[in-house]
T-cell receptor
Framework: DTGVSQDPRHKITKRGQNVTFRCDPI?????LYWYRQTLGQGPEFLTY????????KSRLLSDRFSAERPKGSFSTLEIQRTEQGDSAMYLC?????????????FGNGTRLTVT | AQKVTQAQTEISVVEKEDVTLDCVYE???????LFWYKQPPSGELVFLIR??????QNEISGRYSWNFQKSTSSFNFTITASQVVDSAVYFC??????????????FGKGTLLTVNP
């Protein structure tokens, strides 16, 4: 169990640029989640995959955000035309679908700063 | 709608003191799950405990204990004989139990615990 891996750890970009983050879940986990955490707040749910299917998206996820999980393994989260309000920590988590309500295992996150 | 309230924004204690972190939740569901996560300065959220709504038995794990009371919608977390390594932000979270899915965790704003030597 190597844990959930996220890349990059930090990303600084200029407003209007596109950014893409990657998440590698724990290998046997078929569920993958993206959360966003702003300073002084708890994480907020963005979207959820079961295998390769994206089953739910939060209203927080504007049209500029898109997430994919090809082949049900790693996932990418892309933000187009970034805005300063997108600055946050983006957290990925995974869990096993084999266990009823198994806990989420989180990665270290990608901290995005939009200047 | 679900809501989790952690009224204590920051707590500071001296090592070896006991400390309790409060969590109050709101949900319309009869089946739900409650969680505590620890977020050290490194940033990774570390799972501590999960409790379902039908199990009000308190739990103890080493220096950690949890008190779940449905009557007051509270799920408080106590650290006994605190240590400097316990310094972190602690989050309480809630998920609905319908369909067996826990993906929509609703987190509180967290409590920053600082344990001073």
């Amino acid at each position: 169990d190597t844990g959930v891996s996220q890349d990059p750890r930090h990303k600084i970009t200029k407003r209007g640029q596109n950014v893409t983050f990657r998440c590698d879940p724990i290998s046997e986990h078929n569920r993958l989640y993206w959360y966003r955490q702003t300073l002084g707040q708890g994480p907020e749910f963005l979207t959820y995959f079961q295998n390769e299917a994206q089953l739910e998206k939060s209203r927080l996820l504007s049209d500029r955000f898109s997430a994919e999980r090809p082949k049900g393994s790693f996932s990418t989260l892309e933000i187009q035309r970034t805005e300063q309000g997108d600055s946050a920590m983006y957290l990925c988590a995974s869990s096993s679908g084999q266990l009823y309500n198994s806990p989420l295992h989180f990665g270290n996150g990608t901290r995005l700063t939009v200047t | 709608a679900q809501k989790v309230t952690q009224a204590q924004t920051e707590i500071s204690v001296v090592e070896k003191e006991d400390v309790t972190l409060d969590c109050v939740y709101e949900t319309r569901d009869t089946t739900y799950y409650l969680f505590w996560y620890k977020q050290p300065p490194s940033g990774e959220l570390v799972f501590l405990i999960r409790r379902n709504s039908f199990d009000e038995q308190n739990e103890i794990s080493g220096r950690y204990s949890w008190n779940f009371q449905k009557s007051t919608s509270s799920f408080n977390f106590t650290i006994t004989a605190s240590q400097v390594v316990d310094s972190a932000v602690y989050f309480c979270a809630l998920s609905e139990g319908r369909g067996g899915s826990n993906y929509k965790l609703t987190f509180g704003k967290g409590t920053l615990l600082t344990v001073n030597p």
